[in-house]
Each structure stands twice: as structure tokens, then as C-alpha cells.
């Protein structure tokens, strides 16, 4: 089975300020990792992507993501955000070889002015 | 390149009303199709799946049902629609096998009055 945490539901950060979504995940076999954006009533996008090879994930925006498999965490980071970042941004895991991608329950990045 | 279409964009409806809502994907061949339903504040709930034509996996029963007539096209349905129906629909697809990656259309947002 395969399962996602994101312990934050909101994160409110001042513009230009740094920002880290967090995200840990449950899985019994080798997993794929991902970080989607939704703008309000709009569809997922994809913000990046953890298949193999480099720990370090960079994704569109200025966003990256670092795996980590002894703690089982892929983290979102930003160094300086925007006030067009603001949108609810989903964690998502598929073991491989499983046709489902597990989603998180989202955290609300409100980025104040 | 890949596309995915959802229509309509927005419904208002009654309860006891029938509901069809349309999903197309283009560019893409055998694809794995997904139906989830965003309900405020509840994050992503998976309703249907699936990996070939007349193929569908239900994740929550309920009065909603979804139906593929064709590789690229997949239709949710309800032949009476419930107060809680209301909230936004999503499509998305995935690869047959392998990274199951998922892409998603612009969602439809339904009210059910």
C-alpha cells in the first residue's frame, strides 16, 4: 500500500520570503514522487517529479524538491516566493507497476504582500 | 503533444437531475483514465479508473457511475444527482504502464441545487 502525509494544510509566508512544504510518504516498494500546483478552479499541474537518479529535484517555477528515503520525505522549497505562487500544492506518490497515483490532501500556500 | 479535454467547464443542476460530464484526451493511444471529485476542503477522492475500453474500477461506491465507449473518451454519469454530488470533477490520464505520471484536464465544476 501507499500513503501520503502533508502535515501542513495552510502556510502563509511574506512575498520574497522562503518557503518548505512538507511532504512524507509510506510505501513498501520503490516509489515515484510528485509535487503538483492547483490555481483556484483550474487542474493539477505538474510542479516536478522524483523518478531515479539525483536526490535533487528542480521543477518549473523556481521550485525544487529533495528526496529523502531514510526519512521518507520529499520536501517542497522555494528561496524567494511570489505573490503568483499563491495556489494549493498536492504531494503524490505511485509505487511502480501500480496503476493508481496517491494524492495527498493538499497544503494552501498563501503568500502575503 | 498531449491534450485533455473536461466539458462543461461549470453545471448548475437540481438534485434528482441526471448528470453527464465528457473527458477526451488526444495525442495519446490506450491511455489510463481517472475520474476525481474535489469536494471543499477534502483534497482529492479517486471515483473511477480505467486501463481500457468498457474497462472501469470503482473506488467509492455511490450514485455516480462512469463509462469509456472509446480509447480516448471517458464519461462520468449519474441518472440522479444528490446535494453532495456538488464539487469539482476532474479527469486525467496516465501512460498504460510503467511511470504512472498523471495528467490532468481543466475540471468541470458542478452544483447541485
Known amino acids: 500500500a501507499q500513503s501520503v502525509t502533508q502535515l501542513d494544510s495552510q502556510v502563509p509566508v511574506f512575498e520574497e520570503a522562503p518557503v518548505e512544504l512538507r511532504c512524507n510518504y509510506s510505501?513498501?516498494?520503490?516509489?515515484?514522487l510528485f509535487w503538483y500546483v492547483q490555481y483556484p478552479n483550474q487542474g493539477l499541474q505538474l510542479l516536478l517529479k522524483?523518478?531515479?537518479?539525483?536526490?535533487l529535484v528542480k521543477g518549473i517555477n523556481g521550485f525544487e524538491a529533495e528526496f529523502n528515503k531514510s526519512q521518507t520525505s520529499f520536501h517542497l522549497r522555494k528561496p524567494s516566493v511570489h505573490i503568483s505562487d499563491t495556489a494549493e500544492y498536492f504531494c503524490?506518490?505511485?509505487?511502480?507497476?501500480?496503476?493508481?497515483?496517491?494524492f495527498g490532501t493538499g497544503t494552501k500556500l498563501q503568500v502575503i504582500p | 503533444s498531449q491534450t485533455i479535454h473536461q466539458w462543461p467547464a461549470t453545471l448548475v443542476q437540481p438534485v434528482g437531475s441526471p448528470l453527464s460530464l465528457e473527458c477526451t484526451v488526444e495525442?495519446?493511444?490506450?491511455?489510463?483514465l481517472y475520474w476525481y471529485r474535489q469536494a471543499a476542503g477534502r483534497g482529492l477522492q479517486l471515483l473511477f479508473y480505467?486501463?481500457?475500453?468498457?474497462?472501469i474500477s470503482s473506488e467509492v461506491p455511490q450514485n455516480l457511475s462512469a463509462s469509456r465507449p472509446q480509447d480516448r473518451q471517458f464519461i462520468l454519469s449519474s441518472k440522479k444527482l444528490l446535494l453532495s454530488d456538488s464539487g469539482f470533477y476532474l479527469c486525467?490520464?496516465?501512460?498504460?504502464?510503467?511511470?504512472?505520471?498523471?495528467?490532468f484536464g481543466p475540471g468541470t465544476r458542478l452544483t447541485v441545487t
Open positions: 495525442g495519446t493511444s490506450n491511455p489510463n
Open positions: 522524483y523518478l531515479s537518479g539525483s536526490t
Open positions: 503524490a506518490v505511485n509505487s511502480g507497476g501500480y496503476q493508481k497515483v496517491t
Open positions: 480505467s486501463v481500457g475500453i468498457g474497462q
Open positions: 486525467a490520464w496516465s501512460v498504460s504502464s510503467g511511470i504512472y505520471e498523471q495528467y
Open positions: 510505501s513498501s516498494v520503490s516509489v515515484y
